[in-house]
């Protein structure tokens, strides 16, 4: 079968690449927790949103805002107007806020993949709405998706981490790298996370086109490759050992 246009098929033998699971591009509706966000998988889109969970906080501002006013209207012949006055400034600032919290939380995106534009969008989240791009990357500029993470990163005191989070990260062909979401969870549950944030990777490769890299699997680049064991060495390391020579003759 004739492979779609601005597409690429990685090999099977490239170091760390991680192939789709089966049936994975099936799961069109399907909705992935990650660490205080969600990934909603449309058809030919995906969109990073804010969790249900963060509605908690524009919904307790909304709620403050509706008693300063009914404090208002209540004992509006009874209170003092330096009281009025503050309830009047806390129901000005808790209900703008309240509302582009609640909107944002509902209907914004962080991060959005569509295949009919061939783009990434990172928003830049202006006033809360998510309004505003602060990143656009065409396909075409994406070398590879990355999936890191840090089960074997200790902490400062060399212990292991009780939480190990896996981060699926973006990056351009111009090496700058780019987060795209991650799944938290405690070690022995790690593994569960690592599945979450992999899918988001594979059906992320599937609308982009672009190769999915495990964490420690990538070669390193041309430029970061270390000079062969017993081969010339940099410039810089034999003119100071000739210096080095010199000294001791």
Known sequence: MAQ?????????????????????????GERIALTSQV???????????????????????GALAAAAVAAIVI????????????????????GPMA????VYNIAGA???????????????????????????????R??????????DEPLTSGERQDLVEWEVRLVKDNG????????LAPRPLREQARLRARRLAEAL??????????AGGAAPSPQEKPPPEGGPAAPAEEADRQRRRRRSV
Not at 76 to 94: E, F, H, I, Y
Not at 176 to 183: F, M, Q
Not at 205 to 214: C, F, L, N, R
């Open 110 to 140: 962080s991060v959005l993949a569509e295949r009919e534009k061939g783009s990434v969008r990172y928003q830049q989240g202006l006033l809360g709405l998510g309004l505003g791009t602060a990143e656009l990357v065409p396909f075409r």
């Open 142 to 151: 994406i070398a590879r998706l990355e999936l890191h993470g840090s089960d």
């Open 176 to 183: 700058r790298v780019l987060p795209v979401g991650s799944a």
């Open 99 to 102: 509302v582009l919290g609640l």
């Open 39 to 61: 990934a909603v998988i449309g058809e030919g889109s995906i969109a990073i949103r804010p969790s249900r969970a963060r509605l908690v906080g524009p919904a307790i501002e």
């Open 205 to 214: 490769a599937e609308i982009t086109g672009a190769s999915v890299i495990e």
């Open 75 to 94: 004992w509006l012949p009874v209170l003092p107007l330096w009281a009025l006055l503050l309830l009047l400034l806390s129901a000005m600032l808790l």
């Open 4 to 28: 779609p246009p601005g597409t690429s098929t990685p090999s099977a033998e490239q170091p760390g690449h991680v192939p789709p699971a089966a049936g994975s591009g099936g799961r069109r």
